[in-house]
């Protein structure tokens, strides 16, 4: 059962399951939260919190975004890792929640980086599931204004028809014929969410020198199929000082939690009853 709260204005859609310790739950973009079910029906004894992002799933994109922070496109609106972050504390302080443990996979994660810049005692660990700390190279800034382009001379159906094909490692295609169609499914930006969504992806800042100010544990899973994020990427994540515990899921794409979310929740569960969250 989905519930609301406001952040800045904007209506914004959570779910809450279980109980125990309290883990929130980022999930990819385009997708919804619906991305973390299958994974958290494996988990006992975890409070789940998983929030559609803004301009995700049910929550709403709000009004006022800022414009020209994504300079290849300085029209766009941009929604910033910033703006993300100050909605998952306010989703905290709705909820009276004080610390927590945090997961992100790819956007999501960018997020729990912008967290730990402003909040870093209300993390008691973070999760990066095939996300990054570095800013987008050359090219990828490149794709983006391109993304942008073909957003807005033809919609998002043929972005997102690619990206429910390309993002998924070849394994899961081969094992689980259905599930591009699944992922396909919880791709309901708007045209606008989507020009926003990745010109914030574009103007994010370079995370490095924060994860060598991580003092929390951090568990990293990356996914050998994923075209999007590297294995020697996320292995930055072995620099935070508060220790990382480091997976490589040969058989993975860049959806690995939902890819495999049997074999993502057990490295989860295991790190998370670890009393100090490192192996």
């Known amino acids: 059962m989905n519930s609301w709260y406001l952040s800045d204005g904007a209506r914004l859609s959570y779910r809450e399951t279980g109980s125990g310790v309290p883990v929130i739950f980022l999930h990819p973009t385009p997708l919804d939260q619906d991305y973390w079910r299958p994974l958290i029906a494996e988990l006992v004894g975890v ?26 496109v300085p029209s766009a609106p941009v929604l910033t890792m910033a703006q993300l972050a100050s909605d998952v504390l306010a989703l905290l302080d709705h909820l009276g929640i004080d610390e927590a443990q945090f997961a992100g996979c790819s956007i999501g994660g960018y997020v729990l980086l912008e967290l730990w810049r402003r909040a870093p005692q209300r993390m008691q660990g973070l999760m990066f599931v095939c996300s990054k700390a570095q800013p987008d190279n ?137 009393p100090d969250g490192v192996g």
């Not at 409070?47 to 300079?71: N, Q, T």
Request: aromatic residues 4%; negative net charge; contains cysteine.
């Open 47 to 72: 409070r789940a919190i998983v929030p559609d992002l803004r301009g995700h799933g049910r929550s709403e994109l709000g009004a006022g975004l800022p414009v020209g922070g994504f300079a290849r």
């Open 138 to 274: 050359e090219a990828g800034l490149a794709k983006r204004a391109a993304n942008i382009e073909r957003i807005q001379s033809e919609g998002t159906l043929g972005l997102f028809d690619g990206m429910a094909q390309s993002l998924i490692g070849d394994t899961a295609r081969e094992r689980r014929p259905g599930i591009a169609g699944e992922l396909r499914a919880r791709m309901t930006l708007t045209p606008e969410a989507a020009i926003a969504v990745q010109a914030g992806l574009a103007a994010r800042a370079d995370s490095i020198p924060t994860v060598a100010t991580i003092d929390a544990p951090v568990l990293a899973i990356a996914g050998g199929e994923d075209p999007a994020v590297t294995a020697e990427e996320m292995e930055a994540f072995n620099g935070a000082p508060g220790g990382c515990e480091f997976h490589l899921l040969h058989d993975a794409g860049h959806f690995a939690a939902y890819e495999q979310p049997g074999k993502v929740a057990a490295l989860v569960a295991e790190w998370l009853r670890q």
